[in-house]
């Protein structure tokens, strides 16, 4: 089984500032991981996805993530952010040789991007 | 054009009620899930269905009933309601159900029940 650790609940930060988004996970098998975001009111929308190959990803709107195998961390970063980019985000995991598709979400991390 | 809708968006109602919620997709896709999403915002699974066989069900009530009536269709029934079953409910779906496909979410369901 795997689980997924979002280490801080909420980030604060100034517009065009730049952001880490912390992710932790714990697995005893190879997996893929993915970040999601949560705008207010709306479903879940794919900002990246690591599956394979080079450990630094890019998604959309200017996010990236680095998948860090050895500490098993995979954080999502900004170098600048806008008042848009407020909104909760979530990892998530799954077990790259699974048959069934179980995504493991982390409890999310709330970016509250401020003039 | 909205790659996964469901309906109804809004659904307050009383506990012991008996409620639907609808899901389509118009992406082609063989799999569709249900997620459960807490008033702490904590995501988890409920049921996936791949070309309309259940092939996940994590340990829910059997007041949830799952229907797929196609593979571009996932119902959820809810029998006799209670209070902590008020969340919001998203629908989503993939193209299958390997590992590294994206899953693409509706916008929910937002269920109170009171």
């Known amino acids: 089984a795997q689980s997924v650790t979002q280490l801080d609940s909420q980030v604060p930060v100034f517009e065009e500032a730049p952001v880490e988004l912390r992710c932790n996970y714990s697995?005893?098998?190879?997996?893929?991981l993915f970040w999601y975001v949560q705008y207010p009111n709306q479903g879940l929308q794919l900002l990246l996805k690591y599956l394979s190959g080079s450990t630094l990803v890019k998604g959309i709107n200017g996010f990236e993530a680095e998948f860090n195998k050895s500490q098993t961390s995979f954080h999502l970063r900004k170098p600048s952010v806008h008042i848009s980019d407020t909104a909760e985000y979530f990892c998530?995991?799954?077990?790259?040789?699974?048959?069934?598709?179980?995504?493991?979400f982390g409890k999310g991390t709330l970016l509250t991007v401020n003039p | 054009d909205t790659a996964v809708s469901q309906t109804p968006k809004y659904l307050v109602t009383q506990m012991g009620n008996d409620k639907s919620i609808k899901c389509e997709q118009n992406l082609g896709h063989d799999t569709m899930y249900w997620y459960k999403q807490d008033s702490k915002k904590f995501l988890k699974i409920m049921f996936s269905?791949?070309?309309?066989?259940?092939?996940i069900n994590e340990t829910v009530p059997n007041r949830f009933s799952p229907k797929s009536p196609d593979k571009a269709h996932l119902n959820l029934h809810i029998n006799s309601l209670e209070l902590g079953d008020s969340a919001v409910y998203f629908c989503?779906?993939?193209?299958?159900?390997?590992?590294?496909?994206?899953?693409?979410f509706g916008e929910g369901s937002w269920l109170t029940v009171v």
């Open positions: 998530a995991v799954i077990d790259s040789g699974g048959s069934n598709y179980k995504l493991t």
């Open positions: 989503a779906s993939s193209q299958n159900s390997g590992s590294g496909n994206t899953i693409y």
């Open positions: 269905y791949n070309n309309k066989e259940l092939i």
């Open positions: 697995s005893s098998v190879s997996v893929y």
